[in-house]
């Protein structure tokens, strides 16, 4: 059985107080994790900028 349907299972029981404490759990977690996707494309801007701007890489593009 597939993770997703375990919680789906194991929620079915649970009482509406704490549903909602499941909701606000798994919207946290979907923030955080959008959060962290943002944070790690900043971070590696300065690293890939230097490839970017590299002599190389302007001519491989200048074909186009």
Known sequence: MKTKELILREIEVFPEPYLKEVLDFVRFLKERSSERG???????????????????????????
Do not use: K, M
């Not at 230097?50 to 593009?61: G, S």
């Open 38 to 64: 943002i944070e790690g494309a900043i971070l590696s801007e300065p690293v890939l900028a230097e490839e970017w701007l590299a002599p190389e890489e302007d001519e491989a593009w200048d074909d186009l």
